[in-house]
């Protein structure tokens, strides 16, 4: 697989790159958990598990939807079909994304993955219009990818809220697939019973910032990873027809 060649966009490279709408998810094709924001956590765990991972040199947390139950395994998207109705905010920009301008900078600038078999010169919707302002699709791609910034540092101070209160556990998800015990590590969740020995203050708190919304849905949404579970025994099953 070629590797991704991200590049910053501009307007006199790119003006006649278009992104065409062939198989737009086919790069997470083997992506077992996505990153999501706590926006998104009604929605998407309305579908998917909503789980915590742990950065091991950050120590910092990142919320995710888990896609699969092994590394490289998405149980969600087959033969190019998404099998959900929720697609996270991460992925829908592609293969447009955001870079840092330079290693130590601040300042992101909007780059574009030449390698991907979307981006070309023939079909699709254009970046730029014939006189090399933006296009409406850009345009739009570009608030979109402003606001997942936005809220990707509203989940960080969310996270680091739950991290203060010791409101996170390192759990082993144990499932069980045509009669085999699996075990899932490194997934941390939501201590419901901390959460429940909460201070009524500090519970309120929680109300008052809108987080036990978040909270609460990320709980339910563990009642998922049934469905996974189910979608990988199929799949094994078929495997062996």
């Known amino acids: 697989m070629e590797q991704n060649k ?5 307007k006199e490279k790119h003006a006649k790159t278009k992104i065409s709408s062939v198989r737009p998810l086919s790069h997470i094709a083997q992506e077992h958990m996505l990153p999501v924001v706590v926006h998104e956590f009604v929605v998407a765990g309305a579908e998917f598990p909503v789980v915590f991972v742990k950065d091991q040199q950050s120590e910092r947390f990142q919320p995710v939807v888990l896609l ?5 395994q998405n149980l969600i998207l087959k033969d190019d079909k998404w099998g959900a109705l929720y697609v996270p905010r991460v992925v ?8 840092q301008d330079a290693p130590d900078s601040d300042r992101l600038i909007v780059a574009i993955d030449e390698t991907s078999e979307r ?4 079909e699709g919707f254009p970046l730029f219009n014939d006189d090399g302002s933006e296009s409406e699709f850009l345009t739009a791609r570009k608030q979109q990818m402003g606001e997942y910034v936005d809220y990707s540092q509203m989940t960080q101070v969310f996270m680091e809220k739950l991290k203060s209160l010791d409101l996170l556990k390192e759990q082993v998800l144990t499932v069980t697939i045509n009669g085999e015990k ?3 590590n490194g997934i941390h969740m939501v201590d419901d019973q901390k959460l429940n020995e909460l201070s009524d203050e500090t519970f309120l708190e929680l109300r008052k910032l ?3 919304t978040a909270i609460y849905a990320h709980l339910m949404s563990l009642q998922h990873t049934q469905k996974l579970v189910q ?3 199929e799949r094994e099953e078929a495997a062996k027809a």
């Open 182 to 184: 699996r075990n899932i």
């Open 210 to 212: 809108g987080y036990l």
């Open 231 to 233: 979608k990988l025994a």
């Open 119 to 122: 981006v070309n010169e023939t």
């Open 92 to 99: 829908r920009n592609y293969p447009l994304v955001l870079v």
């Open 68 to 72: 699969g139950l092994a590394a490289q």
């Open 6 to 10: 991200v590049v910053g966009l501009h």
